[in-house]
């Protein structure tokens, strides 16, 4: 099984908080990304009808909302199954849009002192 992130849309502005007790900023940016998962060998296309089914369960949404994700969108799943050098593989395939935040955190240390430098022309 293979899971790649396709593509990441950010959705309107970034929301930044300041805790001055850590001295960290963090910024957190709402995110649609689309994630193409693949299987391959046998019962690909049956695993990935579970994926999906799973995903849409009242367990799998839980799971996603612990990991403050939604999935908002699925495709429907996909038979790749093709012939590999002398045999035939099994492929499926399903691509899911994932609801979710981006969230950088940055050190921002206080400036106890700075040295001012005043350069006057006459």
């Known amino acids: 099984m293979t899971v790649r992130i396709v593509t990441t849309v950010e959705i309107g502005q970034a929301r930044r908080v300041f805790d001055g007790a850590r001295e960290t900023e963090t910024i957190m940016q709402a995110c649609l990304s689309t994630v193409s ?27 996603l909302r612990s990991l403050h ?12 199954t093709g012939v590999i050098g002398a045999g035939i593989e099994e492929r499926a395939n399903i691509d899911l849009t994932i609801n979710h935040d981006h969230i950088v955190e940055i050190d921002q240390r206080h400036i106890a002192e700075a040295e001012v430098i005043v350069h006057t022309e006459h």
């Open 37 to 63: 998962v693949q299987a391959f060998g046998t019962n690909a296309y049956a695993l990935m009808q579970k994926l999906r089914a799973l995903l849409e369960s009242s367990a799998g949404m839980a799971g």
């Open 69 to 80: 994700c939604t999935v908002p969108s699925m495709t429907p799943v996909r038979n790749l």
